[in-house]
């Protein structure tokens, strides 16, 4: 089993709707997370990292942990098409990150 | 800003050749660097964990005799594929640490033929 699994596989939303998107961890070793967002031809980029339970912002995005469940999720609101692209959740642990399988976003004009 | 430059971009080898690619940071200084391969369907393996001056950590199916590594300051590595076959195919992507996070370069895609 994955350690960290993201969900859903893929997503559509429509040009300035809100994205959700799902990681959940079953390894209680992870200290903090990231959310890394890669665009065809290119590397992954991190958006942003998330270790307090509770919401964290950054512009249009917003990150929230649970701790205690283990989830962490990311919100995309007023979606551009720009923003299509794969979204990976990563848990660090121990200097090492590991990676979910990703979800496709597509946002629709 | 924080960039890391990787090259080659592609490579195309013949079955059971090897190939080296390289990892560059520029603007900071990279404490560590992940190698990482993401398959065709975009799964992310990590192949090692190298710290400058520290023994290089390989995970699980993956060895120093198959990607050995070279890192010998804090913005170059190298890692060579050794004898390659099509199950090695991907992206092979360098993450260097700067400031708690890890900054990837476009990564080198490798094409076994």
């Known amino acids: 089993q994955q350690k960290v699994q993201q969900s859903p596989e893929s997503l559509s939303v429509p040009e300035g709707g809100m994205a959700s998107l799902n990681c959940t961890s079953s390894?209680?070793?992870?200290?903090y997370f990231w959310w890394y967002r890669q665009h065809s031809g290119e590397g992954p980029k991190a958006l942003m990292s998330i270790f307090s339970d509770g919401d964290k912002k950054e512009g249009r995005f917003t990150a929230h942990l649970n701790k205690a469940s283990l989830h962490v999720s990311l919100h995309i609101r007023d979606s551009q098409p720009s923003d299509s692209a794969l979204y990976f959740c990563?848990?660090?642990?121990?200097?090492?990150?590991?990676f979910g399988a990703g979800t496709r976003l597509a946002v629709c004009p | 800003g924080a960039l890391v430059y990787q090259y080659p971009r592609r490579t195309i080898c013949k079955s059971g050749t090897s190939m080296r690619m390289e990892c560059q940071a520029v603007g900071f200084q990279a404490t560590s660097v992940a190698w990482y391969r993401q398959s065709p369907q975009k799964t992310f393996e990590l192949i090692a964990l190298?710290?400058?001056?520290?023994?290089?950590?390989?995970e699980q199916n993956f060895t120093q005799e198959k990607f050995p590594i070279s890192h010998p300051n804090l913005s170059f590595s190298s890692m060579t594929v050794l004898n390659a076959y099509l199950e090695d195919r991907g992206l092979y992507l360098c993450?260097?640490?700067?400031?708690?996070?890890?900054?990837f370069g476009h990564g080198t895609k490798l094409s076994v033929l």
């Open positions: 190298s710290t400058v001056n520290s023994a290089i950590k390989y």
């Open positions: 993450g260097a640490r700067g400031d708690e996070r890890l900054f």
């Open positions: 990563a848990a660090s642990s121990f200097n090492k990150l590991t």
């Open positions: 390894d209680r070793n992870f200290q």
